[in-house]
């Protein structure tokens, strides 16, 4: 039986338990908060589909404050809309679309679909909510995954969504097999495993680190976790077979022909090699004198050399690219800016192992920097190999759990953490002085801002301190009694807000209610701030809707209702841009009873054709009928009306081609892609005559519940008495020959008519517009209330922030990612930056003389959208003064001119310095020079 049988037949055979959603909500609230207070390895969690569960959200309300996806978010507070109101009850569990097929794959655990994100594709729920939920929905299936703890400094838990999968080669043969393994499974327990799959004695394996088909190191028996290997998602490992019995797996011999042979095993890649003492790992060196003429290892499998003179012969340096490991894009976009950074490259081309700070309790105990400028020796050693970040990453996991898997993350988010966590392994400080910091008091700016950073560098001296770090005023006011707070705060990037376009452009298809004219897609602009009430407005505008109709907007997901948005005041926010929205067109009076229509049709399937498949499609039909009480017959009547714009001029004689008795053939023209499960139809049965129980009019019409199940036919004498009536139209060949059902197939997006407005192309910003947002006053939000001293309590104060001194390598964050309650967006508005002289002397308060102008020298780009984007990097090789294009391993040569785009995310400033020439003249140079 496949899934979808086994759902469809939970979905009609279950016994439904519903209860208020209120009642839902507190019950699943307590079993979050129980959860939550027992973290524990192996907990167990299960994955649910996030179509499903943001309808289940809408329906029970935003109160239980726990979960974070599309529907919920911090800024509650701003949403007037009661979900509960707005959306109907969610039918089944349904996570077929998340998984990858129909079949059992080690066990009963299936196989997800690769790359989903957490909140886009997918939410986590504990063993209890699942369960509780499963006993109220029903559906499926079960993807149950185990919570482990990741991090070395800090402890996190993270839910294994993704398996380590690895591809074992044999080296008999060359066959392949697939494994599975937590990664916090043990070597040994590799081992056992991939000897139970062979079929080989554990004691005869040798298993290699087979990365890039390249013998990268053996892997020896012990409980080394295989999170600790660097062993990367869906690589190959190598399995060799001891033919003499006298081998040892653990003693460096392989496997040449039929003899082993004993070989020299690589040098470790998860450290630096570190003069006068044994590798570094975990902490524990005896000795910290770098050696920088080590052979260089390098892990993607293209060069293995031990040249030390490379990078000082002259050829061309800096242009190695970084292997895609899976999702890394963001990783590789950051790294490459960094390691083109000048003062930072040259740093760690020198020993820099005096200044390695293994003591600090805030640090990685110097291996994040051993790992970063081992990896940088790399790239700029010389050649275009491409090298493979594996034990960079492997490290960066260990201190950021965050960064483990295979999920996409924000390079901006890499980047920050990353310098934070070479400063403190590079903190010349060893033993941080307590300082107890003194209020401004009316003192001189100067004074204040020059005793905070004093007392900043005693506790933080490093490269990245010397190069990165700057430091703004902060004035916050409070609104109460006036009193004024000033500190002086280091930085080490500005996060600058884009001005955001003040309206966006929207496509909604308008239907007659009423049947008295044709469906038509109108795409208009609107405030992208404002809410529905201004939609409606500005609809009504370019559809000349009259003074006795209205509109009521309506989101179609899946060719049926998903929600009504009927509150004027629903912040446009809460629409996203792929949604299908339709209005409903009426007029206005008593309108006590609603009508929805769905449109189906049947295909035959399966072997014979004997099972018959139903399908939804089209835009649905909705109208307005004034009695209380209703009778097939009053439903019959409405349902024609609406149809009638969609008559056609004449009738064929023959129905449609494949068309047979109600049924329509599976690959025929009309609407295909029909699962293969027993239909919802219970009450239809097929014979000669085709489909048989419809005793209301000439139309097959059924009620359908809140679920869209189909229930019974409609009759013409059956009275219904309810605020709203569900109804599903059955199309049948006598349908498609009278009526045109292509207009509520596939509507335009858009219909190009004289009142409709036309988009209009997005104007660049500037640069210094996005600074002039960030340091203007602006109110503190609700949620980052400040305290004030004076009055004893928390105030929604003002904040402006000034810039006080600017660093030698200067980052500005451009804000691209918007959030709200409903949607996660990205802004693609061009900023026009300058690539050279950016001059912000006017933007410094303070009066020390210098010059800030800057030099443009990498950027790191985001393309597409959220969750399906794409990192790359532009860098410019100073020595040679020209740019570069580096995406993931390809690296190629990229004019100038065309750096500037849409997608610059983060963009990456040199200070330059004027100095004098034997003209007398001052000419600028790079400060880094």
């Known amino acids: 039986m496949t899934i979808a049988d086994s759902c469809f037949l939970m979905e009609n055979e279950a016994s439904y338990l519903q209860l208020p959603p209120e009642e839902e909500n507190l019950i699943i609230a307590e079993l979050m908060k129980k959860s939550e207070s027992n973290l524990k390895e192996g907990n167990l969690y ?77 939410v986590l729920v504990p063993q209890e ?28 838990y993270n839910v294994e969504v993704y398996p380590l999968c690895l591809k074992v080669i044999d080296s008999r043969d060359n066959s392949q097999s697939v494994i599975k393994f937590s990664r916090k499974a043990t070597i040994r327990e590799l081992y056992e495993k991939v000897c139970i799959v062979s079929g080989v004695e554990q004691e005869k394996a040798c298993i290699w680190d087979y990365f890039n088909k390249y013998k990268s190191s053996s892997l020896l028996v012990s409980d080394q976790t295989l999170e600790e290997t660097n062993l990367m998602m869906d690589q190959d490992i190598l399995l060799e077979v001891q033919v003499d019995a006298d081998h040892s797996s653990q003693s ?138 594996r034990v960079f990453k492997g490290k960066l996991a260990q201190f950021a759990p965050q960064f483990s898997g295979y999920n996409q993350h924000d390079s901006q988010e890499l980047l920050a953490y990353l310098l934070d966590g070479l400063h403190e392994d590079l903190n010349r400080v060893k033993q941080k002085p307590y300082i107890e910091m003194k209020d401004s008091k009316d003192r001189p700016d100067e004074e204040v801002a020059l005793e905070c950073w004093n007392n900043h560098n005693a506790r933080n001296d490093s490269l990245i301190v010397d190069v990165c770090q700057g430091q703004y005023k902060s004035t916050l006011v409070c609104p109460s009694c006036g009193k004024i707070s000033i500190t002086f705060d280091p930085f080490m990037y500005l996060s600058l807000p884009l001005p955001s376009t003040l309206t966006r452009s929207m496509t909604v298809t308008v239907i007659y209610g009423n049947g008295s004219g044709l469906p038509m897609a109108y795409t208009l602009t609107v405030l992208r701030h404002g809410c529905c009430k201004d939609l409606v407005h500005a609809l009504g505008t370019v559809c000349f809707l009259k003074s ?42 008593a309108q006590k009873t609603k009508l929805e229509v769905v449109h189906r049709w049947l295909e035959k399937c399966g072997p014979d054709n004997m099972k018959i ?43 449609l081609s494949d068309n047979e008795n109600g049924f329509v053939s599976a690959g025929s023209d009309e609407p295909s892609n029909s699962y293969n499960a027993q239909s919802g139809l219970g009450n239809l049965t097929m014979d000669n005559k085709g489909v048989q129980g419809v005793t209301c009019g000439d139309l097959c019409l059924f009620l359908t519940d809140e679920r869209g199940v189909i229930c019974k036919p409609i009759e013409k004498d059956f009275v219904i008495n309810t605020g709203i009536i569900r109804v599903s139209l059955l199309w049948t060949g006598k349908e498609h020959e009278v009526y045109d059902a292509s207009c509520l197939r596939d509507l335009p997006e858009i219909q190009k008519t ?54 030698e390598i200067l980052v500005f964050h451009l804000k691209r990612f918007s959030y709200s309650r409903y949607l996660k967006n990205k802004l693609d508005t061009v900023v026009n930056f300058p690539i050279h002289n950016l001059d912000l002397t006017k933007y410094v308060r303070s009066k020390d003389g210098h010059c800030y102008v800057y030099e443009l020298y990498a950027i790191s780009n985001h393309y597409g959208g959220l969750g399906g984007g794409h990192y790359t990097a532009y860098a410019k090789l100073v020595n040679e003064n020209r740019w570069y294009h580096f995406d993931d391993s390809h690296v190629s040569e990229v004019v100038e001119s065309e750096i500037k785009s849409s997608a610059a995310y983060v963009l990456f400033y040199e200070r330059v310095r004027s100095v004098p020439t034997m003209g007398g003249e001052t000419s600028k140079v790079s400060s880094g020079s």
Not at 85 to 105: H, Q, S, T
Not at 620 to 625: E, K
Not at 642 to 650: D, E, G, I, Q, T
């Open 46 to 122: 299960y994955v649910i589909s996030n179509r499903w569960f943001s309808r289940w959200q809408r329906y029970i309300g935003p109160s239980v404050g726990i979960f974070s996806t599309d529907d919920q978010s911090s800024d509650s507070q701003h949403c007037h809309v009661a979900p509960s109101k707005i959306a109907d009850r969610p039918g089944p569990i349904d996570n077929l679309d998340i998984v990858l097929n129909e079949r059992d794959f080690e066990g009963n655990d299936l196989e997800i679909l690769k790359m989903l994100e957490e909140g886009l594709d997918y």
């Open 129 to 156: 909510v699942w369960e509780k939920l499963l006993e109220w929905y029903k559906g499926g299936p079960a993807l149950p995954r185990k919570l482990i703890s990741q991090g070395l400094q800090q402890k996190k």
């Open 252 to 389: 460096g011999m392989v496997s040449t022909g039929n003899e082993w042979a004993l070989v020299p095993l690589e040098p470790s890649r998860s450290s630096l090699s570190i003069a006068g003492g044994p590798a570094m790992s975990n902490g524990d060196s005896s000795g910290y004198r770098l050696n920088l003429y080590q052979g260089i290892s390098y892990d993607s499998g293209v060069m293995d050399v031990d040249d030390r003179n490379d990078i000082y012969k002259g050829e061309k340096v800096g242009m190695a690219g970084l292997q895609n490991l899976g999702n890394t894009c963001f990783m590789n976009s950051a790294l490459q800016c960094l390691v083109h950074t000048p003062p930072i490259h040259e740093y760690f081309l020198q020993d820099y192992s005096e200044e390695i700070n293994t003591e600090n309790p805030l640090g990685m105990h110097g291996e994040l920097a051993i790992s970063f400028g081992e990896l940088l020796r790399k790239l700029w050693s010389s050649g275009r190999t491409t090298v493979a970040p």
């Open 548 to 589: 006795d109709e209205m509109l009521l907007l309506a989101e179609v997901y899946e060719h049926q209702i998903y929600r009504y948005l009927d509150i004027p005041l629903q912040p446009l926010t809460s629409i996203k841009d792929d949604e299908h929205i339709v209005a409903y067109r009426f007029k206005k009076g």
């Open 613 to 655: 498949a139903e399908k939804k499609f089209g835009t649905p039909l909705v109208t307005f009928l004034g009695e209380d009480a209703l009778n097939g017959a009053d439903i019959d009547v409405a349902v024609y009306r609406m149809l009638s714009p969609l008559k056609r001029a004449y009738s064929s004689t023959k129905s």
């Open 754 to 807: 004289g009142v409709t407005v036309k988009k209009t192309r997005q104007e660049a910003i500037s640069l210094f517009s996005c600074l002039e947002a960030f340091l203007r006053e602006e109110p503190l939000g609700p949620d980052d209330m400040w305290y004030c001293p004076r009055c004893k309590d928390h105030r929604q104060a003002t904040k402006k922030l000034d810039l006080w001194k600017l660093p």
